[in-house]
């Protein structure tokens, strides 16, 4: 039972980024599918801090004694992880910026952020593309096919 | 014959040579970020040419550093810090190869860029395509010079935010560059997490981000490899990784972000983006995880043979129903990934060094081809079959071009796709009971004779719609074209220079002396 409980941080995780996963395929609003994919990487992150954790390690610092001398009062927490995980947020709130940006763009050009009505302009827009790229005798066939 | 130790060393001073490896990421870095002020008109252009070419120079300094080290390999470490704290960019013969492919057609992709840029971009945004053309440049070339997992992820998510970006300022030719770059961005940025969670599980059971380090401890610990969190972090990075190199069919993402792209990008883009995700494939498959878990333990030959055979087959047939260009050597290019894919699934020397061959002859071929239909929108402002009716022969350099890279795509005789897959079918029979693979290998080039041959037809035995005069490409996007062209078959004739490179580099990944 400790087993499963002892490591709840990693249980939080992986249920986060599920959650996560789940929102960017099954949303249909771009919105919700930025936030998703935000939960999706916060998730990482937790995995990460979880990972630096000594059994009651404190923060990596200097602390000053009494007497003014300096010291580790350790054990402490492996600091690398952290680290990483600052350049890692950086990176997140980058793709989130690169993404919101994106969808205000396709709000103006499509009038929309809904994934399926774009789906069905973009397909619209691709038979258009594809009609008028045919050679004209070859049309005729494909049509047809198309109908078929 | 191209000997690499004859390059000039123009900057005689002492010893700056030893900062090769980092000068290569920091020099795009920095000049990539000051090209915003740069102003307008030619000069953004011009600036990120200098800026390509010098890394081009540097890389060309590199690679001949690493064939006269007697290790075989240059490392450097970031500010002096020992690799077991800092981090460590290291190259061997893999590395200085991409990275020279990288750098080369870096560069002459930016030489080409400008006439494309001036007809697809607005003009006033063109100091912030070169700028985020640069950064995502030197993302790619930090991901090939870096030996330090953690340092893969950050300069991977360098050149894919850029690489969004990039594609996105399409959208003033096609709306839909917008939906190609946030499907791409979703996508992809699940894929790098994914990567980055498996650098998690790898450095919490190894205790080093090192890729030299992590390999060593890997192999060395006993027991370590039987356990869960090694094999998790097996699956989870051989997920990201196929996402990132577009494998089928976790392909999705590509061939929308290659038909919107504005055309120099899709150039740049299928000469080296996927490319450079093969290369971490990799390094993390030999390199850190060893050939003998990757390919004995784990059943990835099974796995990752199975997608390529897949893709190189559906995604010929797609690329033969597309009526716009760009799409249909976008599914080329899927399908492309498939071959080198393959190659280094069968795990023995012909197989691998296949698949080295043909990242060079395929970034040559594909990143040729997408700037012949980049000189076609230029002066048609459309690619698709309809328009290139007759073009033969009124820009007959540009439709020989496409047709010479197309020759290429099929693998024929004294072109360079010859040789990455005469290495290739020789790797399939070289392993037992995969003989067939061969033979997939043989059909893929046979759906490439067809779907180039359309194209090839229409250009020239078929009647324009109207004879509107067309004028040839400008010569500032013919040469850079047949540079990338004429290499691809210059390598096909000469093929010492990447036979030996890509057999020497397939030994060592495989560990099997030199």
Redesign the interface.
């Known amino acids: 039972m400790t087993d499963v409980l002892g490591i709840y941080n990693y249980w939080i995780y992986v249920i986060l980024m599920m959650i996560g ?1 789940y929102g ?1 395929i099954a949303k249909p609003n ?1 919105i919700k ?1 930025a936030i998703a ?1 935000g939960l ?2 916060t998730g ?1 992150f937790l ?2 801090i979880s ?1 630096a954790v000594v059994d009651g390690g404190t923060a990596p610092i200097w602390t000053t004694i009494d007497d003014g001398a300096q010291k580790f009062q350790g054990p402490y927490d492996n600091p ?2 952290h680290v ?1 995980i600052l ?2 947020i950086v ?1 997140g709130v ?2 989130l910026a ?2 919101l940006a ?2 205000v ?2 709000k103006r ?2 009038g929309t952020i809904e994934a399926d009505e ?1 789906e069905r302009m ?1 397909h619209e ?2 038979l258009i ?2 009609r ?5 005798d070859a049309a005729d066939d494909a049509e047809a096919h198309h109908h078929a | 014959m191209l000997d690499l130790r004859q390059v000039p060393d123009l900057l005689q001073g002492p010893g700056w040579q030893a900062h090769l490896p980092v000068l290569i990421v920091t020099i795009p870095l920095i000049f990539g970020v000051l090209t915003i002020a740069t102003g307008k008109g030619w000069k953004p252009w011009a600036w990120a040419t200098a800026v390509t070419g010098t890394v081009f120079y540097l890389a060309l300094q590199l690679i001949q550093r690493v064939l006269a080290s007697p290790t075989g390999m240059v490392s450097y470490e970031l500010g002096n810090w020992p690799r077991q704290w800092g981090i460590e960019y290291r190259v061997d013969a893999l590395n200085a190869f991409i990275l020279l492919i990288v750098a080369g057609v870096g560069f002459v992709t930016t030489v080409y860029a400008k006439h494309s840029v001036e007809k697809e971009i607005p003009a006033d945004r063109h100091n912030f395509f070169y700028a985020v053309w640069l950064l995502a440049l030197c993302g790619l070339l930090g991901i090939t010079v870096t030996g330090d997992t ?1 340092n893969v ?2 300069l991977l ?1 360098i050149s894919s ?1 850029t690489v ?2 990039l594609i ?1 300022m399409g ?1 003033d030719r ?3 560059a ?2 190609a ?2 499907r791409y ?2 996508l992809g ?2 894929g790098a ?1 994914f990567i ?2 498996g650098i ?1 599980y790898l ?2 059971i190894t205790g080093t ?1 090192n890729m030299q380090d992590m390999h060593e401890r890997l192999m060395s610990v006993p027991g370590i490899l039987e356990s869960r969190t090694v094999l998790v972090a097996f699956a989870l990075l051989l997920v990201g990784l196929s996402m990132k190199m577009a494998l089928f069919p976790l392909h999705m993402w590509l061939p929308r972000a290659y038909t919107y792209a504005p055309s120099a990008v899709s150039a740049l883009l299928a000469a080296t983006a996927t490319k450079v995700g093969v290369y971490m494939a990799f390094r993390f498959m030999f390199t850190i995880f060893g050939v003998g878990f990757s390919f004995i333990t784990m059943p990835t030959t099974l796995i990752l043979a199975s997608c390529a055979t897949a893709g190189i087959l559906v995604t010929g047939v797609t690329a033969i129903r597309q ?2 260009l760009k799409r249909l050597l976008a599914y080329s290019s899927v399908g492309q990934i498939g071959y080198i894919v393959l190659g280094f699934s069968l795990a023995n020397v012909n197989g691998v060094a296949g698949s080295v061959a043909h990242i060079l002859n395929h970034a040559l071929m594909k990143g040729g081809m997408f700037m012949a239909l980049g000189a076609i929108v230029y002066r048609l402002d ?1 690619c ?4 290139v ?1 007759g073009l033969g022969r009124k820009m007959p350099l540009t439709m020989a071009a496409f047709t010479v890279g197309g020759l290429g795509l099929v693998g024929f005789p004294l072109t360079a796709g010859f040789i990455s897959k005469w290495y290739l079918v020789q790797g399939c029979l070289d392993r037992p009971h995969m003989w067939p693979l061969a033979g997939v290998v043989l059909l893929g080039s046979l759906l490439a004779v067809v779907y180039t041959w359309r194209v090839v037809e ?1 250009a020239y035995f ?1 009647e324009p ?1 109207d004879d509107r005069p067309v004028k040839e490409a400008p010569l500032l996007m013919l040469i850079p074209m047949w540079v990338m062209i004429g290499a691809s078959v210059f390598f096909g004739i000469n093929a010492t220079f990447t036979g030996k490179i890509s057999v020497t580099a397939a030994k060592a990944l495989l560990g099997v002396g030199p």
Do not use: C, W
């Open positions: 996963l960017v771009l599918q994919l999706f990487q990482i995995y990460y990972m690398l992880p990483l350049t890692a990176v980058s793709i690169v993404a994106l969808i763009n396709i050009s499509y774009i973009d827009d691709r593309e594809f008028a790229g045919q050679a004209p | 953690f992820y950050v998510e935010l969004y970006a996105a959208k096609h709306r839909g917008l939906t770059s946030l961005l979703i940025s699940v997490s980055l969670l998690g450095m919490m981000l009526t716009n459309r698709d079959i309809r328009s009716r229409a078929q719609d």
